[in-house]
C-alpha cells in the first residue's frame, strides 16, 4: 500500500523525503531511526514504501516545517497586534512544542495505519475462513479456494488472498508465499491461521479439517472475547 499522505506532512510523503534529501536530514533520521527498533516492523506490516531512516526524515522535515511556520505566525500576530512583552519569549518554546507533538505523530503514523488494518482484517478473517473452508470441503484444490475468498468480498482479506494467489501464479510454492503474507501481516489471528496452513501442507495433513479446526478455535475466541467484554459493560449498566 502506498502512503500517498501522511497528516501534518505539508508535502506528499515522496516530495517531503525529496526536500529532506536536499537539506541533508537523512543522516539525522538514520540515527534518530536508532530509537526506534520496531519502526521497520511498523512500516513493513503497513506496507510502506520507505525505509525507518527515509520515514523518520519525512518526519523531521515536517517538525522543521511546522516550527519555521507557527513561529512566524505568532511573530506576525505580534507584530499586528500589540502584545504583552513576555509573548516574545513563549513563541519559540510554543512552536517547538507543536513541531514536536508534529514529529511524534508522523513517527507513529505507521502504527495507526496497522491499526485500522487490524480491524479490517479480524472483521472479515472468520467469514473469509468459513468460505475457505466450504470451498475446501467441496473438493477443490487450497489455490483455487484461496482464489474465490480472494474474488469475494471480504476486505483486506480477499486484498491479501489475491496478492498471494498472483505470486503463487508466477511460480513460488504457496507455503513460501503464505510465510511471506503471515510476516508482513499485522493481525495475530490472520498469521497464527497463515502458519497452521503452511504446517499442514508441510505434513501433508487433510487441508479441509485444518481449516476447520482453525475455524473452530477463532469462532471459539471470539466468543470468550464478546462475553469478556459483555461482563465489563455489566457493571457500567448497574451503575447507569
Known sequence: MLIKSIPFVPLSPYKALKAARKIGL?????????????????????????????????AIFTAIFWFVLMSAVFV???????????FLFIIFPASAGISFLAFIYVVNYPKLIISRRIRDIEKNLLFALRHLLIQAR???????????????????????????????STGL????????????NPSLYFRRSLWQLTNAIRSGADIAKTIES???????????????????????????
Open 138 to 168: 467441496s473438493g477443490v484444490s487450497l489455490f483455487d479456494a484461496m482464489v474465490s475468498v480472494s474474488k469475494a468480498n471480504y476486505g483486506l482479506v480477499s486484498q491479501e488472498l489475491d496478492d498471494a494467489v498472483r505470486k503463487i
Open 26 to 58: 537523512i543522516g539525522l533520521g538514520s540515527r534518530i531511526a536508532k530509537l526506534y527498533p520496531k519502526l521497520p516492523l511498523s512500516l513493513l506490516q503497513c506496507e510502506s514504501s520507505f525505509e525507518d531512516r527515509e520515514h523518520v526524515s519525512i
Open 76 to 86: 506576525g500576530i505580534s507584530l499586528v497586534i500589540e502584545l504583552p512583552e513576555n
Open 173 to 184: 510454492t504457496d507455503v513460501d508465499v503464505l510465510e511471506e503474507l503471515a510476516l508482513k
Open 214 to 240: 482453525i475455524v473452530t478455535n477463532l469462532a471459539n475466541e471470539q466468543r470468550v472475547l464478546i462475553r469478556g467484554y459483555g461482563s465489563q459493560l455489566n457493571p457500567l449498566a448497574f451503575l447507569y
